[in-house]
């Protein structure tokens, strides 16, 4: 599992807009200076790649892509998706060592690291990590992506993401939700803003979208 050292590292990626063909999705990742990240510590690792490359600009884009059988080798569960660069000119790509920190992230946030056989997992999960990255409590932000065939199945689709984060964290403001559709209503991206108290109300939002059909990605 990564550490919790290097997951803050990358606490200011923000995923969204996620759609297209399930092998092999395109999505935009924007850099939020800030976001959710720790205070300065004069010994954590920068923020900097460490080969001195530059780092993500805003606009940036990546392909998501269902992740290849052989992943299972490196101890890795069986299915997720990673990330590669969207862009074919070379001097726009996102270099190698970027795309390894993010897909180490987005592996992460998949819950795609498991402890060995007969290794007892430490970390409870996604909580320790979660839990070492913020103050609570805090505002979080929750992201699910579906398919919707009409309208019916949109705002089905919207009920279910909001009833799983309100079970578990209680009611939402107003202005909390927002939905938007992509490739022409055949997918729609929900996100949802709520002040969580701790990092265990996050593992149980996220557990149940897992365990909701209609999901096909969240975070």
Known sequence: RPSAALLARHSDFTFFAVSGPAARRRCAVTVVAGAGAPEEDADAPSNESPSGEEPLLPGD????????????????????????????????????????????????????????????????????????????????????????????????????????????????????VSVRERMGGRYVSVSVRQTVSGAEQINLVLEQLRQTPQVIMHW
Do not use: C, W
């Open 61 to 176: 884009s990546f392909e998501a892509r269902e992740a290849p059988r052989s992943a299972q080798s490196a101890g890795h569960a069986k299915g997720g998706y990673s990330f590669v660069s969207g862009h074919q000119d070379e001097a726009r790509a996102i270099s190698g060592d970027v795309l390894k920190r993010v897909n180490m992230v987005s592996r992460a946030q998949q819950d795609l690291y498991k402890s060995p056989e007969g290794v007892p997992d430490t970390e409870r999960g996604i909580s320790a990590l979660t839990g070492a990255l913020l103050t609570f409590p805090a505002e979080h932000g929750f992201q699910a992506v579906g398919k919707t065939a009409n309208s019916v199945e949109r705002d089905e689709f919207v009920r279910l993401v909001t009833a799983a984060v309100e079970q578990h964290t209680g009611d939402l403001a107003e202005n909390a």
